[in-house]
């Protein structure tokens, strides 16, 4: 079944609460265009305005229960993130004009910082976002976060990248695990057999598809070759063929980006609950669907110049959104009670939104 569902309801057992987003697509490109436009005319300092408006917009029209989420972040607090950020851009692109070991340097300094910055990032986005007046609370180490982005990652080349299905499983383990609404901690109980699957099928996938494009692309190369054409209709044949190798490449990677994303965001919210398992998650993403909804996505910005980039984030958005919910106990989501938290700076958030880190889930 691929729908999310629940036996009948009666008075004590749980019931499903769906997901809504209401959000739509011409009031976001208002957003969308404004925040551009001003983000232009003032050299980016606009930026962390924009961010947070674009941000309470998304998270105003995502409702559960009928209650709305909420975005909380402080603009000077991002625009304080992005300087700092923007200044260690600017250090490493003039690194490349000095010596080269000033540039592994810089690049060495990263690699020792991006755990902590992935950490902040998630206590930042954990404490400005709430529900029901009821802030998230991200309680996982920077000790834990060394481990599993920087440790764990110095053993890909040692391992060929076998290894990665067990990292993304630790990865994702240590955001669930630690995050948490007011006083309902979050228990995620999976183990990294599904994640092995999904990654091996993708690769086993994905080797099949690399071979088959490469001897029909080598095969229509060499009839050019022996074809007999002038330099100049060589060098057109070429550059299509290439064109169309990339193409496709590019396809069938957002098509097993999408797999991998669908089945493992499934498995990872199944196997997650909230207060003591009184609060637990469905989710019923359909990896068909995400791949020709992002696939549309991909040819609309690209014809568009990127101006139906908002539509395309609204749609994907609202596809995910009502595939996902939440099953409780009556009463369990009105009880969760408030907890104290401390402002977190935004250099995480900038860094990861700079940046485009993946955070793993």
Not at 57 to 86: C, M
Request: charged residues 15%; positive net charge; aromatic residues 16%.
């Amino acid at each position: 079944m691929n729908e999310l569902t629940l036996e009948k309801p009666t008075q004590a057992t749980p019931k499903l609460h769906r997901f809504e987003f209401t959000g739509n697509a011409n009031e976001y490109f208002r957003i969308w265009i404004v925040n551009l436009f001003l983000s232009i005319i003032t050299l980016g300092i606009y930026a962390a305005w924009a961010k947070v408006r674009a941000r309470q917009y998304l998270y105003a029209n995502t409702r559960l229960d009928g209650q709305s989420f909420e975005y909380l972040g402080n603009p000077i607090s991002i625009l304080k993130g992005n300087i700092v950020v923007g200044v260690g851009a600017a250090v490493y692109f003039l690194a490349q004009y000095y010596e080269i070991k000033w540039l592994y340097a810089v690049l060495a300094i990263f690699a020792l910082i991006y755990p902590y910055l992935i950490y902040k990032s998630l206590r930042f986005m954990a404490s400005n976002s709430a529900y029901r007046n009821v802030r998230f609370k991200f309680w996982g180490s920077s000790g834990d976060a060394y481990k599993y982005y920087l440790l764990w990652m110095l053993l890909m080349p040692l391992t060929g990248g076998i290894i990665f299905p067990l990292i993304q499983f630790y990865q994702r383990r240590y955001l669930l695990d630690n995050v948490a609404l007011g006083t309902a901690q979050a228990r995620f109980t999976g183990n990294s057999s599904p994640f092995w699957r999904v990654y091996l099928i993708s690769y086993g996938i994905g080797f099949v598809f690399s071979i088959v494009v490469g001897v029909v692309l080598l095969g229509a190369a060499m009839g050019q070759v022996y074809s007999g054409g002038d330099g100049l209709s060589d060098l057109v044949g070429t550059y299509i063929i290439m064109g169309v190798f990339y193409i496709i490449a590019l396809l069938g990677g957002v098509a097993l980006q999408q797999y991998i994303y669908a089945q493992l965001m499934n498995y990872s919210l199944e196997n997650t609950t909230l207060k003591d398992g009184q609060i637990r998650f469905r989710s019923k993403l359909n990896h068909w669907t995400l791949m020709k909804i992002q696939l549309v996505n991909i040819l609309a910005i690209a014809v568009s110049l990127g101006l139906l980039s908002p539509w395309a984030k609204i749609r994907y958005m609202q596809y995910v959104l009502s595939r996902i919910g939440v099953v409780a106990v009556p009463g369990a989501l009105d009880e969760i009670a408030a907890i104290g938290s401390e402002e977190e700076n935004a250099l995480g958030d900038a860094a990861v939104g700079f940046f485009d880190l993946d955070i793993g889930l």
